[in-house]
Nanobody
Framework: QVQLVQSGGGLVQAGGSLRLSCTAS????????MGWFRQAPGEEREFVAI????????YYADSVKGRFTISRPNPKNTVYLQMNSLKPEDTAVYYC?????????????????WGQGTQVTVSS
């Protein structure tokens, strides 16, 4: 079992930056692959970025590639999402998620553990 607590987020102007954090408690953090997902009003929850349990593999949605960076400076029990060059279409509630093992999936249903969500609003 792992508990995820998110921090960061808020309101920023287009072109600005934010960093989201997700801190895990429970079992060994490196035992879990992590992902960031987001959900805009009226939309499905979508994959943003994933990172393997070892931190050696990352993958991004095309919409954020080159602007967002996911990282996990083990042994800290925290995964980060650095968001640069933010756009109004990045506005959503962002969630971190964890699944057991090294393999990170882009499918949200494969993650049993979720953070509480944090609002990111980008104004034009």
């Amino acid at each position: 079992q792992v508990q995820l607590v998110q921090s960061g987020g808020g309101l920023v102007q287009a072109g600005g930056s934010l960093r989201l954090s997700c801190t895990a408690s429970g079992r060994t953090f490196s035992s879990y692959a992590m992902g960031w997902f987001r959900q805009a009003p009226g939309e499905e929850r979508e994959f943003v970025a994933i990172i393997s349990g070892s931190g050696g593999f990352t993958y991004y949605a095309d919409s954020v590639k080159g602007r967002f960076t996911i990282s996990r400076p083990n042994p800290k029990n925290t995964v980060y999402l650095q968001m640069n060059s933010l756009k109004p279409e990045d506005t959503a509630v962002y969630y971190c998620a964890a699944r057991t093992g090294n393999y990170a999936s882009i499918t949200n249903s494969e993650y049993p553990y979720w953070g509480q969500g944090t609002q990111v609003t980008v104004s034009s």
